[in-house]
């Protein structure tokens, strides 16, 4: 018999909070927990469902010594990775940190949602 774990986060019992200015960035940013760091054996610090509305966005910041994953689920990103910018659009995927200045905006004319999970 194999062992393991098996974690389902049901939307209903979703932490959800609204961030404004999100680490100085422009309007409120809903983030969505998915699971929690004892949930994820410790493996990351964050995984969550960001939702933007048009204009708003995360500011600049770092993870150092950490990692970020995006993926685009729905609308435009325009991301900002050491001082390069890239649209992302529904499917994309964006691994970011070790140290790298990013932040992430909401310039389309659509509500952008996005997963990101932070490893530690």
């Given at each position: 018999q194999a062992g393991g774990i098996a974690m389902i986060g049901r939307t209903e019992d979703r932490r959800?909070?609204?961030?404004?200015?999100?680490?100085?960035?422009?309007?409120?940013?809903?983030?969505?927990?998915?699971?929690?760091?004892?949930?994820?054996?410790?493996k990351t610090r964050m995984t969550a469902q960001l939702t933007f509305p048009v204009g708003a966005s995360i500011g600049s910041h770092t993870h150092d010594p950490e990692a970020e994953l995006f993926i685009v689920v729905s609308?435009?990103?325009?991301?900002?990775?050491?001082?390069?910018?890239?649209?992302?659009?529904?499917?994309?995927?964006?691994?970011?940190?070790g140290g790298g200045e990013h932040s992430v905006e909401n310039r389309g004319p659509e509500t952008l949602v996005l997963y990101a999970v932070i490893f530690n």
């Open positions: 959800v909070e609204q961030r404004a200015n999100m680490r100085g960035g422009n309007g409120s940013v809903e983030v969505a927990h998915l699971f929690d760091e004892t949930q994820s054996l410790g609308g435009e990103a325009t991301v900002t990775d050491n001082g390069e910018v890239h649209t992302l659009r529904p499917g994309d995927v964006m691994f970011t940190g």
